[in-house]
Nanobody
Framework: QVQLVESGGGLVQPGGSLRLSCAASGFAFSRYAMTWYRQAPGKERALVAT????????NYADSAKGRFTISRDNAKNTVYLQMNSLKPEDTAVYYC???????????WGQGTQVTVSS
């Protein structure tokens, strides 16, 4: 059974940090590019950061550059999103997504809420 389980969300003050985790099971994680998306209330889901299957290539939305870092541990089947200098506009549900390098199959997690507020 394919599962992506996000964790690490919560309430944080502006300027604070959070580290999101996404634990994968049921598929060949090391052969999947992984992406963090977020969806704020009333807005469309948007890409935040992506990392290649081997972890060598990363890309970030402009809003995340310099503040967020995506990483992965293929031995632990987990992808991370380190978020620093958080702003109220970072408030959203954060989702992880995996897309197979060869299969093209896409898997989604259930999301974790991040709220940045004083």
């Amino acid at each position: 059974q394919v599962q992506l389980v996000e964790s690490g969300g919560g309430l944080v003050q502006p300027g604070g940090s959070l580290r999101l985790s996404c634990a994968a099971s049921g598929f060949a994680f090391s052969r999947y590019a992984m992406t963090w998306y977020r969806q704020a209330p009333g807005k469309e889901r948007a890409l935040v950061a992506t990392i290649s299957s081997g972890g060598y290539n990363t890309n970030y939305a402009d809003s995340a550059k310099g503040r967020f870092t995506i990483s992965r541990d293929n031995a632990k089947n987990t992808v991370y999103l380190q978020m620093n200098s958080l702003k109220p506009e970072d408030t959203a549900v954060y989702y992880c997504n995996g897309v197979g390098d060869y299969s093209g199959r896409s898997h989604w997690g259930q999301g974790t809420q991040v709220t940045v507020s004083s």
